[in-house]
Structures are given as C-alpha cells and as structure tokens.
C-alpha cells in the first residue's frame, strides 16, 4: 500500500547541540525541505527520562527550536513544535507499549549505555522511550527518518511496532476501511560522511552531549576562537594524511577529521583525500578551522538572537503544533477505532 511521503525527526532538548547533531540530523533535515513535507520535533518528553532541572528544559528548548530556525528550517513551510503540546504522541506510545515486547526492549543498546551498571535505577520511561519514539513517527504515519547511525536500531524497532500493529489488529484495519495495513514501515535516512561524528579528544568514541569534555565537541553556540583551540587540540596520529580513503582504516581521528570536513564542504572523504592526501595535520587543521568558522559562526550567532526573542520562538512553537495536532488527531482516531476504544 502506497503512504502519503512524509519526513518528522526529532532531537532532544538536553543541552550542548553539537556538530554530531548538526552533520548527522539538522543538516539533512534543511535538504529534505525541497522534496518533502516534513514535522521537526523538540521532544521534551524524551529529555525527561533522565533528570532535567525545569528552567533549563525551557531554556534548552527554544534553543534546538532556534538551532532549527538558524540552520535554515522553515517554520512556514513545514512544521516545528515541541513534543509535549501534543498529547497524541503519549496516546499513541501506551498502545504501542502493549504492542512492544520486553524482549524487544532488552536488547536496546542504547537503554543499557545510558542505564549503566545501575539499572534498577533507572525510569520507567527511559526504558519504554523507543516505544515512545514510535509513536513520534507513527502518529503521522511518517514514512522517512532522517537520523545518525545511533539511532538506527531504534528506528528498526519502530518499523517491528508498525508491523506488529498491522497484524495484530489486521482484520480491524480492513473493517475500517484502511486496507491491508495503517503504519508505514519508516525509512531510516543515514547517509553521507558524517553519520557518526566521534569526540574530538577520542575517535573511538561518538561526539555526545554529555561528555564531561567540552573540548570533546565543538557546540553550535561556540565562537571562532573556540572552536579553533578545539580543532588544534584535537587528537590525531602522527602520519600525514593519506591520499585515499582506504589509508583511514585503523586511525579512526584522522576518519573522523576528515569525515567532518567532507560534510561541512559538502562532498565526500575521497575528495577531501585528493586535496590533503601527504598534507600533516597542523596544514589540514587550519584548514579544516577555517571552514568551520566559516560554517558555523553564522548558525551560532543566529541561534543567540533568536534565543533572546523568546516571543517568537513560542509563537513558533505553538504555531507548529497546532498544525501537528491536527494530523495527529486525525491518526490517533483511527487508532482508537482499530483498536476497539469507544469514543464519541
Ligand atoms: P538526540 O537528541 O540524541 O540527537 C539528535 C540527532 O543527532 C544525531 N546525533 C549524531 N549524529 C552523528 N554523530 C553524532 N555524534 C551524533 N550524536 C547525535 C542523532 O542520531 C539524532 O538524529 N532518540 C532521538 C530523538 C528522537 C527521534 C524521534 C528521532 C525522539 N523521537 C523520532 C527521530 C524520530 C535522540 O535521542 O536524538
């Protein structure tokens, strides 16, 4: 059965958006615009599975809403909201708790990084979270995703859900006049060379918010001169770099340098390779300083103005939810129906 295209991705409002964030999903989230109509989603609700102090929920809020804005996403044009203004997405995630199988959360990677050796410990909804990242996608009956590489396997568990679901409740599906299924099966879209941006100071280990490092991430909001100390520092090896890319097997810093420049100029690690192949870092890395600034500086002081029009930004918001819900409540209906809930 042929779905409506339609592209939602969402990211957390936790604090320190990086470069990981901005090449692996808000970058993608710009191109997509020309060809799909598309929902972006500050999901508060996901932040809250681990511990957020409330005023900088708030704060970091509007500040992914003004990365967005800043980084070339129109609100117009498509939709931008926060997750908690529409309660369709909670509706929608219990039923999906009683379609998910504990078998299928066990084996979330992602739940035991984060729950670490204590996982007793952990909330609830830290364990049921891709369940509710489901229903960020269902809802709409989205059919693209536009994530980095570690939110694949979530991504696959929300296609297992939608599968689930269609079986389930087929008959019902059919009654309802819906034909042979209801959710799609959303695409995950992780492409280009910057899937995975690993941490400046490690390159073995992803760029993330929460590494105690800040010199581990260049942040959206850096200025020029922090993000060229953060470039100088960060680590590599002692060869020069290699003129193809099969040379960057086993140095996983200069793969990750060279990844993160390739997505910045917008081509690939070969072409890159082509230019700097015998180049040394210290030639590479001024290089590479340049064309962050160059990339970033914009975006960030954009982001800095917006974050002081909080009027604006929550206009926004509410503007773009209220197109949401519209969509959403539609879908959230038919659910009802399938599913047997009386409603009036
Ligand atoms: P979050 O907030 O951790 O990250 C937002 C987006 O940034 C990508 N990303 C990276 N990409 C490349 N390299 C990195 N080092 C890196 N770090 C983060 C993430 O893959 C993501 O695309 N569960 C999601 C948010 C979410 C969502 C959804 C996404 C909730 N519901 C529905 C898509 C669809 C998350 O925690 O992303």
Redesign the pocket.
Same mark, same amino acid.
């Given at each position: 059965m042929a779905f409506k295209e339609r592209v939602?991705? &969402?990211?957390?409002p936790?604090g320190n958006l990086?470069?990981?964030?901005y090449?692996?999903?808000?970058t993608k989230f710009v191109a997509l615009q020309d060809n799909y109509d598309c929902i972006y989603?500050v999901?508060d609700m996901?932040a809250i599975t681990v511990w957020q102090d409330p005023a900088e929920l708030t704060r970091n809020t509007r500040e992914v809403t003004a990365a967005f804005i800043a980084a070339g996403i129109d609100p117009k044009k498509h939709i931008v909201f926060n997750?908690s203004q529409v309660a369709e997405h909670a509706e929608l995630a219990w039923v999906f708790n009683c379609v998910a199988r504990m078998g299928w959360l066990n084996r979330m990677t992602?739940f035991k990084e984060k729950a670490g050796k204590d996982r007793e410990n952990a909330s609830i909804g830290l364990y049921a979270?891709p369940s509710?990242?489901a229903a960020?996608?269902l809802i709409y009956r989205a059919t693209h995703?536009?994530? &980095?590489?570690?939110?694949k396997q979530?991504?696959e568990l929300?296609r297992d859900i939608a599968q689930k679901f269609n079986n389930d409740y087929a008959k019902s599906i059919e009654a309802h006049g819906f034909g042979e299924a209801f959710f799609p099966q959303p695409e995950p879209l992780i492409q280009g060379p910057?899937?995975?941006?690993?941490s400046l100071r490690d390159g073995t280990k992803?760029?993330?918010?929460s590494d105690p490092s800040d010199y581990s991430r260049i942040n959206l909001t850096d200025d020029a001169d922090a993000i060229a100390q953060k470039v100088r520092k960060a680590k590599t090896d002692a060869e020069p770099l290699p003129g193809e890319e099969k040379g960057l097997e086993a140095r996983p810093e200069a793969d990750n340098l060279v990844g993160i420049y390739a997505a910045l100029a917008d081509t690939g690690k070969a072409d890159v390779l082509r230019e700097f192949g015998g180049a040394q870092f210290s030639a590479f890395k001024a290089a590479l300083v340049d064309l962050s600034v160059a990339k970033l500086g914009p975006i960030g002081a954009e982001m800095k103005r917006l974050v002081n029009d909080s009027a604006y930004i929550d206009q926004v918001l509410a503007d773009g939810a209220d197109r949401a819900r519209a969509i959403a409540a539609e879908n959230m209906k038919a659910v009802k129906d399938i599913v047997g809930f009386v409603r009036r």
């Open positions: 939602f991705s &969402g990211v957390q936790t990086h470069l990981g964030n090449l692996g999903a808000i989603c999901v996901h997750q992602q979270y509710l990242m960020d996608i995703v536009p994530v &980095g590489e570690d939110q979530h991504l929300a910057a899937t995975r941006v690993m992803k760029m993330s918010k």
